[in-house]
């Protein structure tokens, strides 16, 4: 928000900064929330098995997994996808 910031007079200067800083916090708990949910690297997509055993990150994408049976790997690939898009969130912050 800086280029908004560069052209405003004073007086709107603390209210733009307050709109950043929500801006801010809502992105930080949303990925926050999200990263609970999500495993931290690819490396833990690949602990994906059929037979249910999967840790507390993975269960979801372990069922999503099981409901495509054409396609054996998409429970990884839908993990690996998720993973990619919390980082993207963390290098938002």
Known sequence: ???PTIGA?????LPLGIVDALIFLALFIATGVEAGFV???KHQCGQLSR???AGHGLV???RAGATDL???DYGRRLCRE???TVHVGVAVL
């Open 51 to 53: 037979n249910g055993t």
């Open 82 to 84: 998720y993973v990619d």
């Open 70 to 72: 054409k396609d054996k």
């Open 9 to 13: 007079p004073d007086k709107w200067l």
């Open 60 to 62: 979801f994408f372990e």
């Open 39 to 41: 495993p931290r690297s």
């Open 1 to 3: 928000m800086w280029v």
